[in-house]
C-alpha cells in the first residue's frame, strides 16, 4: 500500500480557469447600395472618340458645340433639350438631371430657419400688428369731411405674411434649402464685394434718361417690408422644384395687385465685366450714358427669393399671361433699387412669373415653358 502523501499540493486538483461565456454579438447594420452609391466618390470613364455622342433626350447628335457631357456619368444632353433649358455653357462641373436629382436636399430646422436668415426676435411680435403708414392716415380721413379727389397714381402695398408662424417658418424653410442646393447665401440688400463694382457706382443720376424715384409713401412701405422680414414675417411664399422649371416661387396664401413681393438683391458689379457670364438670373441695375459704368445684379452667389422667380415666354400669348408680376427700377434716395411688384391679384397656390425682357437687351425667351 502506497504511503499517503502530507504535501497539501498532492491532495488538492488544480482546474484551468473558466471563460464567462461572450454574448453574442449584435447583427451588422449594413448601409444600403442606393447610400453608399450617393456619398462614393466617382470616375469618369473618358471615351476614346466624342465625335460620336448623341443627345440621351432626342437621339440626335447634331449641334455637338451644343451638347452638354455630363461630368458624373459622362451622358450628353443638347442645352434646349433640357428642363429648364440650359442658355449658357456652364462654368465648372455639370451633372444631368438624373446625377443631380440624386443630391440630397437639405432640410431646415425652425431653429436653424431662425438662424439662417439671422431673425430678430422680438418679445412682443407675436401680439403686435404692424401697421402702414398710409392705414393710419386712410383712417384719419375716414374721420373727416367727404372730399373729392383727383386720380393719384396708385400706391405699393406692403405685403401681408401668413399669421401662423410655423407656416413662415415652413415657407423660409423652402427658400433656406434652394439656397443652400445651389450654395448660395441669403442677403436681403445688395452687396459691394471687393473686386466689383462700389457702392459709390450705384447713382441714380448716372442713368441714361433718368429713372423713376420711389416716392415718400412708397418708400415708408419698403422700410417696413424691409423691418418685418428681419422679424421673420416674409411673404406668403413657397420655392418649389418643377422638373421642367427648375427652382420656382408659387404663392402660398392670397396676394393683393400692387403688393411688393421682393427686392432683387446679390453681389453688384459692372456690366462689362459679365459679358461672358452664364449666370441666368442676372438683372439690370443702372443703364449710364457711359457704357463703362452700367450695373447689373449677379445673384449667383448671394441672393435671395427673387432669384427663383422664372420670366415668362414673352414670344406667345400664353406665355404672357402668365405674367403677374412687373420689375422695375427706382431711385430710392439716391441709388437705384430694382423691385419686383404685383400686376394683379394672385390666388394660392398660382407661380410667380415677370418678363426679363424690361429693358433694351432683350433675354433670349422663346424657348421657356
Not at 449641334?63 to 440650359?86: A, F, K, N, T
Not at 403708414?133 to 372730399?147: E, F, I, N, Q
Not at 400706391?155 to 445651389?182: C, H, K, N, V
Request: with cysteine.
Amino acid at each position: 500500500m502506497a504511503p499517503l502523501s502530507s504535501s497539501p499540493a498532492a491532495a488538492r486538483k488544480v482546474f484551468p480557469p473558466r471563460r464567462r461565456p461572450s454574448p453574442p454579438s449584435p447583427h451588422r447594420k449594413f448601409r444600403s447600395m442606393e447610400d453608399i452609391m450617393r456619398t462614393a466618390k466617382y470616375a469618369v470613364t473618358e471615351r476614346d472618340d466624342y465625335s460620336r455622342v448623341v443627345c440621351s433626350k432626342c437621339g440626335s447628335g447634331e449641334d455637338s458645340d451644343e451638347i452638354l457631357l455630363c461630368d458624373r456619368c459622362d451622358d450628353g444632353y443638347h442645352m434646349l433639350c433640357l428642363r429648364p433649358i440650359v442658355v449658357r455653357v456652364p462654368i465648372g462641373s455639370w451633372y444631368c438631371p438624373s446625377c443631380s436629382r440624386n443630391s440630397p436636399v437639405k432640410r431646415f430646422s425652425q431653429t436653424k430657419v431662425i438662424d439662417f436668415f439671422r431673425i430678430q426676435k422680438c418679445a412682443n411680435s407675436s401680439a403686435e400688428k404692424c401697421t402702414s403708414p398710409r392705414d393710419t392716415r386712410k383712417r384719419r380721413r375716414r374721420s373727416g369731411t367727404l372730399v373729392l379727389h383727383k386720380k393719384r397714381r396708385r400706391r405699393i402695398l406692403p405685403f401681408s405674411p401668413t399669421e401662423d408662424p410655423a407656416r413662415r417658418l415652413e415657407q423660409m424653410g423652402s427658400l433656406a434649402s434652394s439656397l443652400t442646393a445651389l450654395r448660395m447665401e441669403f442677403s436681403d440688400q445688395l452687396t459691394y464685394m471687393q473686386g466689383m463694382a462700389p457702392r459709390s457706382a450705384n447713382q441714380a443720376e448716372f442713368e441714361n434718361g433718368g429713372m423713376q424715384v420711389l416716392s415718400k409713401e412708397d418708400t415708408e412701405t419698403l422700410e417696413q417690408c424691409r423691418t418685418m422680414y428681419k422679424r421673420g414675417e416674409c411673404p406668403p411664399l413657397l420655392v418649389v422644384f418643377d422638373s421642367c422649371e427648375g427652382y420656382t416661387v408659387e404663392a402660398d396664401g392670397p396676394i393683393k395687385d400692387m403688393t411688393l413681393i421682393a427686392e432683387y438683391t446679390g453681389d453688384v458689379d459692372y456690366i462689362v465685366n459679365r459679358e461672358n457670364d452664364d449666370c441666368d438670373s442676372m438683372m439690370t441695375l443702372l443703364l449710364a450714358k457711359d457704357p463703362s459704368k452700367s450695373l447689373v445684379i449677379c445673384p449667383d452667389k448671394r441672393g435671395n427669393i427673387a432669384r427663383f422667380i422664372n420670366g415668362i415666354n414673352n414670344h406667345t400669348p400664353d406665355g404672357r399671361k402668365k405674367q403677374n408680376l412687373k420689375c422695375v427700377r427706382y431711385n430710392v434716395n439716391g441709388e437705384c433699387q430694382v423691385l419686383l411688384v404685383a400686376t394683379r391679384d394672385i390666388a394660392k397656390g398660382e407661380r410667380l412669373y415677370y418678363d426679363y425682357n424690361g429693358y433694351e437687351h432683350e433675354y433670349p425667351t422663346h424657348h421657356f415653358i
